[in-house]
């Protein structure tokens, strides 16, 4: 709640250049999956360094199955998830979990919602029960049902309303999908949510909260066997659902149209460049695809080194600021952005120009061995740093296993971003940085009068 | 621009629990040349990491150079020695080693990790970075101008706004009430020399904190650590700063910006860490304002009223002065209603002090948290650090669940009073109705 804060963001603004997949390679823990016979499946990863666990559970559903007029009923669901049951009543969940010196949260994507609590190991049952429970147990009333909407159009205030290039970012994504749901912001437009009810919650939570939709992951210290039969005992009771609606989404048409949408803001003090190519995720790409695409934004937009940076920040001396991200954890396309803040006295549209440059010159030429070199090492070691924390460890799990992933996948990471060839990110390039796949978003400062007499 | 780097923000908080202070051991190391430091030895992972602190941050900044601190910082890793930035960047890179530096007001932190087959190649470049940053013009142009674009933009961003106001109202007059990135007017002055004396100054050894976490024997990290700090002079040469308390209480300022909700930024008095109630005062803050789910502010303001997203507030404490800080965003037409709803409750808790039940199910959760703080090695390694610049003793980790059950509910409620009993200062950043300045002239 209070921290969901945190979380949520991700589904917002995403990571940059992270391996979304990446995890474990030779030195990492021997990683247990299994399923149970009312379709839950169960991860388990182990760490004995310290005596905690991280225990998640996540639905394979988020803002993107929502019904149309509906926006933000996923996110509203997550936050109503800690209002109770008839066995455990309102916050009952959350004092056991402060009582025993726990850490819970959850979050809200386009293609996932997670529920998570860290707490010591010895006290994994009694999360499970919990968290059993709740899977179909939920309750509601208005009384607490109407104040939560009032702190969901507050938190969309906080990450949109007062934040001008969140408001860019929006709209980018509104103009970038023609057809996909991706196009709604995960916390929902506001004039949707200001209707969201009671009904609408717990019909949708009806809809989609079954062990046969859900992924528990539980890293840390605990052992796969012993793990197993605590979940068989507790979410191995809850019954199959036997009527989950299947997850297909409307797809994207070919892009046949370059876009571009202005936001003038009287707060945009800097005015920002933004564009997003729609691009294949992993579970959307040929083989070996999203990895190169991964590599591309590590070269063209990661660090001072990178194409972006060194070319507008450093020799152009053009912006303040550029850089790249891709985003390969998606259940449908993906998209890869590019950026930056022009330095005082340059347009934006000389920006723009000399990043056109920029990537037309990678389509055209590629990246040198030395580039490729560099990009493999840093997501590679990225892997084995993952290991040191073993939140992130069950987050990169969860997240692969609910957006067409598998726990191969994540273990293979390493080796296919070894495998990528200075060819291959040559091609997912010029196939992908088409300009007439995306959508490049200017945000400037609002100067109109009208603008003057708000401020 | 937007980056996020940590998905899940663990609490500051880190207490002991028996079991978890058994599971790991703190050495105490004196390296060849002479350097302390505090090592944790875990075997499990093939990498090694360091955390570090010098004293002296933004308080040494002159205040027409305010920003001198942090944009040395920035300046770093842009080049050292013989490597250029590009070069510099490129040994970093080659190699996947992360080093961090931020400027705090007290100290300079740093971080550093590297994989075991690269801990030598890290350690010299930290080395570089720490003896010979070379601030060569382009870079530091290059630099300055993206700390002046991140200057502008706050000037139209609520959060800043509230935040840098209350600061400026509390230490008017005192190198803590200014922002540490600078100001508009006092970052295009700092120069190249500047920086260097600020690098002359603080970066020695005789103020150094270092701990490392890793695959890594006693003697080996004595000499990792002499090839990073060992070269550095024997002792630094600080300004020293005033102690200060904070003014303006019973003060709120409104600034106007056109934004649809309005951001409010409270504190008041705080305590020092090495006050013999601090332990009574940060169990009685978390019952009123810590980050869980379960706080009196947190329940009364969104769980009930739904008037935010969030609220909380925490204990801050300087080597020179002491804060209770907190902060809400909340729509304008309720703002009024929400600051109410948290005077309210800081009043009761200065009055009345926490119940037993609430101490009882505060000290529970303090205790028991502890493990969920030290489960990364950059977590321990940073929280080591944090117990040497606050002086706890290496036995700390196995002390702190005795000093919180030693707690009593008279001392809660002592506490209590002398902690909230002074009023806030309150500022709001937005077009809250009905609300405006008030208590002194602005």
């Known amino acids: 709640m209070l921290s969901r804060t945190n979380l949520t963001l991700i589904a917002l603004v995403t990571v940059i250049a992270t391996p979304s997949l990446a995890v474990a390679q030779q030195r990492g823990p021997e990683v247990a999956d299994f399923t149970l016979a009312n379709g839950l499946e169960l991860v388990v990863i182990p760490d004995h360094r310290a005596p905690v666990v991280t225990h998640m559970i996540w639905y394979k559903v988020g803002a993107a199955d929502e019904t149309p007029g509906k926006s933000g009923l996923a996110h ?71 104040p939560e909407r009032n702190v969901i159009l507050e938190e969309q205030n906080q990450r949109i309303g007062n934040n001008p290039r969140a408001r860019l970012g929006e709209q980018i994504d509104a103009a970038l999908y023609l057809n996909n749901p991706y196009g709604k912001p995960v916390i929902g437009w506001r004039h949707e949510m200001e209707e969201l009810s009671r009904d609408d919650a717990i019909g949708f939570y009806r809809r989609f909260y079954a062990p046969n ?18 979940v068989e005992e507790t979410y191995g009771k809850v019954p199959r659902h036997n009527n989950l609606p299947p997850r297909i989404r409307a797809q994207e048409p070919p892009p046949v149209a370059a876009r571009s949408l202005t936001l003038a803001d009287a707060r945009a003090e800097i005015p920002t460049l933004q564009r997003e190519y729609l691009v294949p995720s992993f579970a959307t790409s040929k083989r070996g695809e999203s990895m190169a695409l991964e590599v591309l934004a590590h070269i063209l937009g990661s660090g001072s080194n990178s194409r972006l940076y060194r070319g507008l920040v ?80 069950a987050r990169w799990y969860g997240t692969a296993l609910t957006t067409g992933a598998s726990v191969n996948d994540v273990k293979n990471w390493p080796d296919r971003i070894r495998a990528v060839t200075a060819e291959q990110v040559q091609d997912a390039a010029r196939q992908w940085l088409d300009k007439r796949r995306s959508v490049t978003g200017y945000l400037v400062k609002d100067v109109s009068p009208q603008a003057e007499k708000r401020s | 621009m937007i980056r996020v780097l940590s998905i899940f923000f663990a609490a500051a908080a880190a207490i002991a629990s028996a079991n978890t202070a058994s599971a790991m051991t703190i050495e105490k190391i004196v390296s060849p040349a002479g350097i302390e430091a505090w090592l944790v030895r875990e075997k499990a992972l093939p990498l090694v990491t360091l955390n570090y602190a010098f004293h002296g941050g933004t308080t040494q900044d002159d205040a027409e150079k305010a920003g001198t601190a942090n944009l040395a910082a920035a300046l770093l890793d842009e080049g050292a020695g013989d490597l250029d930035g590009k070069a510099f960047h490129e040994r970093v890179e080659n190699h996947a080693i992360e080093l961090g530096f931020q400027v705090g007001r007290d100290y300079i932190h740093g971080s550093l990790r590297a ?32 700390t002046m674009a991140t200057l502008q933009r706050d000037t139209t961003n609520p959060n800043d706004l509230a935040s840098r106001r209350w600061w400026q109202t509390a230490f008017p007059d005192h190198p803590y009430g200014r922002e540490g990135k600078g100001t508009l007017e006092s970052v295009p002055r700092i120069t190249a020399a500047d920086m260097r004396e600020y690098v002359r100054r603080v970066f ?15 003697k080996t990290a004595g000499m990792l650590i002499d090839r990073a700090f060992g070269a550095l002079p024997a002792k630094n040469d600080l300004k020293p700063i005033a102690n200060a308390t904070p003014s303006g209480l019973g003060r709120r300022i409104v600034i106007n910006v056109d934004v649809p909700q309005a951001v409010v930024t409270f504190g008041g008095q ?28 947190y329940r009364e303001v969104r769980e009930k009223r739904g008037l935010a997203y969030g609220v909380s507030d925490s204990l801050v404490w300087f080597r020179r002065a002491a804060v209770m800080l907190g902060g809400t965003a909340t729509r304008a037409d309720r703002t009024a209603d929400a600051l109410a709803v948290i005077e309210q409750e800081v009043k009761r808790m200065a009055e009345e002090g926490p119940t037993p039940d609430e101490l009882a199910a505060a000290k529970s959760f303090l205790k028991g948290s502890y493990a969920l703080s030290l489960d990364t090695s950059g977590k321990i390694a940073a929280q080591l650090t944090q117990i040497q610049i606050d002086d706890l003793g290496i036995d700390y980790v196995q002390r702190r669940s005795a000093l919180i059950d030693a707690v009593t509910i008279e001392d809660a409620k002592r506490v209590a009073k ?8 309150v500022t709001i950043a937005g077009k809250p109705k009905g609300l405006t300045s008030s208590g002194a002239t602005e």
């Open chain 2, 115 to 146: 994989l075991n087959e690269h801990r030598d190649e890290a350690f010299d470049l930290l080395r570089l970075a720490l003896t010979s940053p070379r601030f060569d013009a382009d870079a530091i142009d290059r630099l300055r101008g993206q």
């Open chain 2, 418 to 425: 002398r902690l909230y009993g002074g009023g806030l200062l």
């Open chain 1, 76 to 146: 509203f669901l997550e936050h109503l998830m800690f209002k109770g049951t008839a066995k455990n009543p309102t916050g009952k969940f959350s004092q056991v979990v402060a009582r025993i010196g726990g850490q819970e949260n959850a979050f809200t994507s386009q293609d996932y919602t997670g529920y998570y609590q860290r707490v010591p190991s010895d006290q994994l049952k009694t999360v499970m029960e919990f968290e059993a429970d709740r899977m179909t147990g939920l309750q509601l009333t208005d009384d607490v049902v109407l």
């Open chain 1, 314 to 393: 450093v020799d152009k001396q053009v912006a303040v600021a550029a850089n790249a991200w891709y985003d390969a954890s998606t259940l449908d396309l993906s998209k890869f952005a590019i950026g930056g803040s022009p330095r005082p006295g340059v347009t934006l549209t000389q920006l723009e120009a000399e990043t056109d440059a920029i990537v037309v010159e990678v389509i055209a030429k590629g990246v040198t061995a030395e580039e490729l070199e560099r990009a493999k090492t840093r997501l590679i070691a990225d892997a084995v740093y993952a290991l040191d924390n073993q939140a992130s460890m």
């Open chain 2, 204 to 218: 020695a050894r005789n103020e150094l904190k270092v701990s490392i976490v890793g695959d890594v024997d006693a």
């Open chain 2, 270 to 297: 705080g305590i020092a860490r090495q006050d013999p109630e601090f332990m009574a005062a940060y169990i009685v803050n978390h019952i009123l304002g810590g980050g869980s789910f379960s706080s009196r502010l």
């Open chain 1, 213 to 230: 939709n859900a992924v528990v992951v539980i890293a840390g210290d605990v052992d796969p066997a012993k793990a197993r039969a605590l």
